[in-house]
């Protein structure tokens, strides 16, 4: 009897054990998944903001929040977000202290900027570093060449010449007129500075698509001018620093000179309003990459094409503000530079409602 007792008393331990388990099991399940979920954050007024975990590598997208939490607005209130932008943008654009900043002639560098999609009256404009190629790969599909934005090849995306997408500045003066008076038309914004760092990267660094002429031709001009030591300086070896760079595109009187010979491929980092005229053209909606998970599906319904077209899929964390990776890459610059640099990109700060970096130079 006394066995059978023991025996019994045994078998509740091993039951109250595997209750415990399985319950921290399943809250550990629980606090990941909250985690990772979590972990989508976003600067813009209207949504909510929740704190990631540290991490030690700038180059991890997971970045420290710069606004204080608010409700994430649902599907229907999306429109309220959208007609915000807008708002302010016309606000900003009256601001006649900002005017030098934000208004631009409609000339033919803008008008090469805009994509043409006339089957199903669209108009975009191209925002360099603000993931541009997956908004063209969107019109190619609609303009029939391919069934779905997977087919499209990737250099494809990049050959203007063959990729199918007419530039508004094709057209005639009236048919120009005609389709920014009667068509939707879009374009997506970035933390301006976070899109610099981009540009930098993606030029300077990494140069995937081997466009030599920014290593070996506007590299080396702008170590020569901004480079305080740059004398028996190997610049095939040392490259661009971001210093350089950014002293390059806070002066604002010597960078204009070496634009002119730098030609289209400073466009990477002009500003949107050099790049879109937003002032003077009437945008329907200005999305923000920041919150590209709702701006994509919003931008298709609204230009009536959501049962034609789907964006591509938007890997998980990539449209993140990293205030992390932004503070390394400052962290060597000179707060007097880097006034300068926001002097110029002022406008695009105000125009879409991202707040000033003060964090940088305080």
């Known amino acids: 009897m006394r066995h059978h007792w023991l025996l019994l008393g045994a078998c509740g331990w091993v039951l109250l ?24 954050t976003w ?5 909510k903001l929740v704190k990631p975990s540290p991490v030690s590598n700038p180059e ?38 900002l005017r030098n900043l934000t208004h631009v002639s409609i000339s033919k560098f803008v008008l090469d900027r805009i994509f043409v999609c006339d089957k199903h009256k669209i108009l975009f404009c191209q925002t360099p570093k603000v993931g541009n190629t997956q908004w063209k790969k969107v019109l190619i599909v609609l303009n029939g060449a391919f069934s779905t934005v997977e087919e499209i090849p990737e250099n494809l995306v990049h050959d203007h010449e063959k990729n199918g997408l007419p530039r508004l500045s094709s057209f005639t003066p009236q048919e120009i007129t005609h389709r920014l008076r009667s068509y939707f038309k879009f374009f997506i ?41 740059h004398r028996n300086i190997d610049h ?38 050099e790049l879109c005229a937003p002032c003077e053209i009437h945008y329907s909606v200005v999305g923000h990459h920041e919150t590209l998970e709702r701006d994509a599906p919003h931008i298709l319904k609204a230009a009536g094409i959501e049962q034609l077209v789907s964006y591509p899929a938007i890997p998980p964390g990539i449209t993140r503000y990293n205030r992390t990776k932004v503070e390394h890459y400052f962290s060597g610059i000179s707060k007097r530079d880097i006034r300068r640099l926001y002097a110029r990109y002022k406008g695009d700060f105000s125009l879409f409602g991202y707040p000033s970096p003060d964090f940088l130079v305080n």
Request: some cysteine.
């Open 236 to 273: 095939a070896v040392s490259g661009l620093h971001f210093e350089d760079f950014v002293r390059y595109l806070g002066d604002v009187e010597g960078r204009r000179r070496m634009d002119r010979q730098f030609g289209e491929h400073i466009i990477h980092w002009v500003t949107y309003a």
């Open 17 to 40: 054990i595997l209750m415990f388990v399985s319950k921290f099991i399943s809250f550990r399940a629980v606090d990941d998944y909250g985690e990772r979920a979590g972990a989508q």
């Open 60 to 97: 991890e997208p997971h970045p420290k929040p710069s606004h204080p939490p608010t409700e994430v607005p649902t599907v229907s209130d999306w429109q309220l977000v959208v007609d915000k932008r807008i708002e302010l943008l016309s606000a900003v654009c009256k601001n006649s202290s």
């Open 43 to 47: 600067t813009m007024p209207g949504t």
């Open 189 to 229: 914004v970035r933390d301006p500075f976070e899109r610099l760092i981009s540009a930098f990267k993606d030029k300077f660094v990494k140069n995937p698509r081997f466009e030599p002429w920014y290593k070996h031709d506007i590299a080396p001009a702008i170590i020569r001018k901004y480079r305080k030591s």
